[in-house]
């Protein structure tokens, strides 16, 4: 970061639309403990009541 390689990197993915951000961030959307996690709380709905974000709105 403080040679500003990170930054120069971000900025060429950026001009190819983010390839490896979205492959990463679809990976980790994907990992077991993700879909176990989810699964776990749709379970428990006085979870959802204390949400700061709405995602159906939002």
Do not use: C
């Not at 120069?8 to 990976?27: D, V, W």
């Not at 993700?34 to 428990?44: C, F, H, K």
């Amino acid at each position: 970061i403080q040679n500003g390689s990170y930054a120069k990197q971000f900025i060429l993915e950026g001009r190819t639309n983010y390839p490896e951000m979205t492959a990463r961030r679809r990976l980790n959307a994907e990992h077991p403990i993700e879909v176990v996690g989810g699964q776990l709380r749709s379970m428990m709905p006085w979870i959802g009541k204390n949400k700061l974000v709405d995602q159906s709105k939002n």
